[in-house]
T-cell receptor
Framework: EADIYQTPRYLVIGTGKKITLECSQT?????MYWYQQDPGMELHLIHY???????EKGDLSSESTVSRIRTEHFPLTLESARPSHTSQYLC?????????????FGPGTRLTVT | RKEVEQDPGPFNVPEGATVAFNCTYS??????FFWYRQDCRKEPKLLMS???SGNEDGRFTAQLNRASQYISLLIRDSKLSDSATYLC???????????FGAGTQVVVTP
């Protein structure tokens, strides 16, 4: 089992609030990722990090921001939540194994903005 | 055009039957290939990597066809617990970024 954790698991919040979604992994992986997934739809990469102090925007534009101050921690922040941010947010980390990368996913945070 | 395309299904399969489905990828420089499984409202989990020579893991067989740029997954002797969405995943760089397909839904019925 992968040791990657996300909190909160569910969040219902009003428009305009600032929120931070937490993601932590205890596997020492350098690479971490944030995905957004709407019900029944595909995953979209919104942020990734190759290591401490490295962050990049993903394929899907997002108003969220991320930071990577410690290897094990990769929080995602929305400064002002809007209903359009309602979605599931999945965090992942990866390691190279036998020349290829396997990503381990956290259980996700289901965000609802009212 | 999407980088990874899959038939969304659903593939309705009687228990014990065999089901197979493909996914196509657009980038000929793609390096690594995987099948992930995602249960409803859960996170994706790696099912198996796909190797050039094809590979088998129990009832699951994966094939790669680089010339035609597709990978396939075959499930033999389907179990009710195989009901899930199967995600085709491709890497195109050496940094571990994955490109996910939208998934193929498989429903195994008693």
């Amino acid at each position: 089992e992968a040791d990657i954790y996300q909190t909160p698991r569910y969040l219902v919040i009003g428009t305009g609030k600032k929120i931070t979604l937490e993601c932590s992994q205890t596997m020492g992986h350098d690479k971490m990722y944030w995905y957004q997934q709407d019900p029944g739809m595909e995953l979209h990469l919104i942020h990734y990090s190759y290591g401490v102090n490295s962050t990049e925007k993903g394929d899907l534009s997002s108003e969220s921001t991320v930071s990577r101050i410690r290897t094990e921690h990769f929080p995602l922040t929305l400064e002002s939540a809007r209903p359009s941010h309602t979605s599931q947010y999945l965090c992942a980390s990866s390691e190279m194994l036998a020349g290829t990368y396997e990503q381990y996913f956290g259980p996700g945070t289901r965000l609802t903005v009212t | 055009r999407k980088e990874v395309e899959q038939d969304p299904g659903p593939f309705n399969v009687p228990e014990g039957a065999t089901v197979a489905f493909n996914c196509t990828y657009s980038n000929s420089a793609s390096q690594s290939f995987f099948w992930y499984r995602q249960d409803c409202r859960k996170e994706p989990k790696l099912l198996m990597s796909v190797y050039s020579s094809g590979n088998e893991d129990g009832r699951f067989t994966a094939q790669l066809n680089r010339a035609s740029q597709y990978i396939s997954l075959l499930i033999r002797d389907s179990k009710l617990s195989d009901s899930a969405t199967y995600l085709c995943v491709v890497t195109t760089d050496s940094w571990g970024k994955l490109q996910f397909g939208a998934g193929t839904q498989v429903v195994v019925t008693p």
